[in-house]
Structures are given as C-alpha cells and as structure tokens.
T-cell receptor, first 114, second 113 residues
Framework: KAGVTQTPRYLIKTRGQQVTLSCSPISGHRSVSWYQQTPGQGLQFLFEYFSETQRNKGNFPGRFSGRQFSNSRSEMNVSTLELGDSALYLC?????????????FGEGSRLTVL | AQRVTQPEKLLSVFKGAPVELKCNYSYSGSPELFWYVQYSRQRLQLLLRHISRESIKGFTADLNKGETSFHLKKPFAQEEDSAMYYCALKGSEYGGATNKLIFGTGTLLAVQP
C-alpha cells in the first residue's frame, strides 16, 4: 500500500508570493491533517479535513488555508509568504477521526522563503 | 491550556542501559496520549498509544494522571533505538473525535555502542 505522498518535496519562494502544497493520503483514508514543523516551534497543527470539510484549525493566520477534494486528496495554500513561513510542512492521513489516534505521515514539503 | 512538555532535548545512553524519556502534559479532561518516533531518514510514525497498554520494540509507557506524565521506558537500550521521540496529546477538549495532535518538542535519543 503506498504511503502518504506529498508534492513538491522542496520549493523555494520569495516573500509576498504564494504557495500550494499537495497531499495524497493512503488509499481508503478519509482524514487528512497538516502540521508545520520548525526548529523553534516544533510540530504545530494547522488543519484537519474529513469528508471535504475542515473539522479543526490551528492557531495560524488566515494566510494559511486548505481544502480537501472528494477523493480525499488535500491541498494547503499559504499566501503572502513571510520569512517565518519557512518550514517543513507535513501531511498525515488516517482512516477515521481519532478512533485509533494513529496518523500516517508523509515525508513533507520543505518550503524556504527568501 | 493543552500542552505537552518534553524537558530533554537530548538523551544519550550506552547500549544495554535503561532508558526513560520524559513527557508531561496539561489537559483538563481525560487525556489520550501517544509516542511517535522518527528514525533517521524515515517518516514520523506511531510507536505506541496509552489506551492500548502495549509494549512495542520493548518500549512501554504508563499514563500517570496524578503526575500528569506519560514517560516512555525501555529496560535495555539498543543502538537501533536511536531516533527522535515525540510525545503527543490528542487535542480535543471534550474528548470528541479529532486527529489534531499536540506534540512536545521531541527528545533525541542517542544510544552509544
């Protein structure tokens, strides 16, 4: 079974630009969550999607947004990029919402903002 | 507020020595806690969850509500245990369904030969 796939793996942007990251969950998984990982703040929750609906949102500004499609694939978007948005963005999928607590993580998309 | 604290950034032990990775949490309800592990060049993955009361790769973790702790223990460390370990708390105030996890900052376990 293929794991969680995130694209692109690496990208470089400049301040003010926007970026879209993509996540394909494990086949059959309907829940997708996004996390930001930085050396200073560690792993921080961004959003949780289930059945194309945002179920939970972390404490991030409105520049961070996401969506989920009918095939459970998800995208997240960051607009008006700032230097502090440089991070590893991790996507995680799960079959359901919280029953097992097991999230399957992707390898991440590493964003560098110059 | 919901919070997970891992006080040690690095824990270095010799092979065969006991290991205890500390985790303390702050949560107003009935917590659900997990340990996730990231081996070198691998993805973050679940190691164990407190509700399962299982031992995985020789590791165990007991939830102590009185001390609000969920320390990870192994009696005899192996070199292959070297990895980054994250304690995580399910982030639902009322125990509702969610996949939101609140992670600690992680502890790097280095097992020396």
């Amino acid at each position: 079974k293929a794991g969680v796939t995130q694209t692109p793996r690496y990208l470089i942007k400049t301040r003010g630009q926007q970026v879209t990251l993509s996540c394909s969950p494990i086949s059959g998984h309907r829940s997708v969550s996004w996390y930001q990982q930085t050396p200073g703040q560690g792993l921080q929750f961004l959003f949780e999607y289930f059945s194309e609906t945002q179920r939970n949102k972390g404490n991030f500004p409105g520049r961070f947004s996401g969506r989920q499609f009918s095939n459970s694939r998800s995208e997240m978007n960051v607009s008006t990029l700032e230097l502090g948005d440089s991070a590893l963005y991790l996507c995680a999928s799960s079959f359901d919402r919280g029953r097992t607590g097991e999230l399957f993580f992707g390898e991440g998309s590493r964003l560098t903002v110059l | 507020a919901q919070r997970v604290t891992q006080p040690e950034k690095l824990l270095s032990v010799f092979k065969g020595a006991p290991v205890e990775l500390k985790c303390n949490y702050s949560y107003s309800g009935s917590p659900e806690l997990f340990w996730y592990v990231q081996y070198s060049r691998q993805r973050l993955q679940l190691l164990l969850r407190h509700i399962s009361r299982e031992s995985i790769k020789g590791f165990t973790a007991d939830l102590n509500k009185g001390e609000t702790s969920f320390h990870l223990k192994k009696p005899f460390a192996q070199e292959e245990d070297s990895a980054m370990y994250y304690c995580a708390l399910k982030g639902s105030e009322y125990g509702g369904a969610t996949n939101k996890l609140i992670f600690g900052t992680g502890t790097l376990l280095a097992v020396q030969p």
